[in-house]
């Protein structure tokens, strides 16, 4: 299947932990963003990469860390995990050009407790 | 910075039209796009427009721009149960390759 995948769907943990979110694409896309939704569904832009270099990070706090080891993954570490980092966290990618439709992954839902 | 606002939710009738309706402050707008998510699920796109079109028809649903008005609706025709879901309207400007959304429609589709 041709997609963006994200793994884990769920994840739960303490305050204060470190984790990490996969995102992986197939669609030969050139970009790749990490996008927070909230409670009350907003959704906001965190990050984007294009071509493994990153070339949008919006006021995010430096616990959050993107990693682009190839044009097709980007992955999501968060450091010393707080209540408020609760929510859900969706990977897209997109093909360069002006339309840049954007493909959404299935959310990771983060849980901490 | 950019806005875009939308009506939170809409409640019709199964075989009715809806019509959701969002609303965008940046004038440099290149493209517009209505995302839907059903419960659980992911952002999947539906449709989009480019700035210089008035309107956009695609199977039951129509897209209308009106620029001046920063003004986007998009109708679906003979509503579904299947369509009840969140609708996103985005909207990314020139040079900038994140979208902007809105916060969201929740549909309801009553039989």
């Known amino acids: 299947d041709t997609a963006v995948s994200q793994t884990p769907k769920y994840l739960v943990t303490q305050m204060g932990n470190d984790k990490s979110i996969k995102c992986e694409q197939n669609?030969?896309?050139?970009?790749m963003y990490w996008y927070k939704q909230d409670s009350k569904k907003f959704l906001k832009i965190m990050f984007s990469?294009?071509?493994?270099?990153?070339?949008i990070n919006e006021t995010v706090p430096n616990r959050f860390s993107p990693k682009s080891p190839d044009k097709a993954h980007l992955n999501l570490h968060i450091n010393s995990l707080e209540l408020g980092d609760s929510a859900v966290y969706f990977c897209?990618?997109?093909?360069?050009?002006?339309?840049?439709?954007?493909?959404f992954g299935p959310g990771t839902r983060l849980t901490v407790l | 910075g950019e806005d875009v606002e939308q009506s939170l939710f809409l409640s019709v009738r199964e075989g009715d039209s809806s019509v959701i309706n969002c609303t965008y402050t940046?004038?440099?707008?290149?493209?517009l796009y209505w995302y839907k998510q059903e419960p659980g699920a992911g952002l999947q796109l539906l449709t989009y427009?480019?700035?210089?079109?008035d309107m956009k028809q695609d199977q039951r649903l129509t897209v209308l721009l009106n620029k001046k008005d920063k003004h986007l609706s998009l109708r679906i025709a003979d509503t579904q149960t299947g369509d009840s879901a969140i609708y996103f309207c985005?909207?990314?400007?020139?040079?900038?390759?994140?979208?902007?959304f809105g916060s969201g429609t929740r549909l309801q589709v009553q039989p």
């Open positions: 897209a990618s997109s093909q360069d050009g002006a339309r840049n439709e954007q493909f």
């Open positions: 669609l030969g896309h050139d970009t």
């Open positions: 990469y294009n071509n493994k270099e990153l070339i």
């Open positions: 940046d004038s440099s707008s290149t493209y």
């Open positions: 427009i480019f700035s210089n079109m």
């Open positions: 985005a909207e990314r400007d020139t040079g900038r390759r994140a979208l902007t």
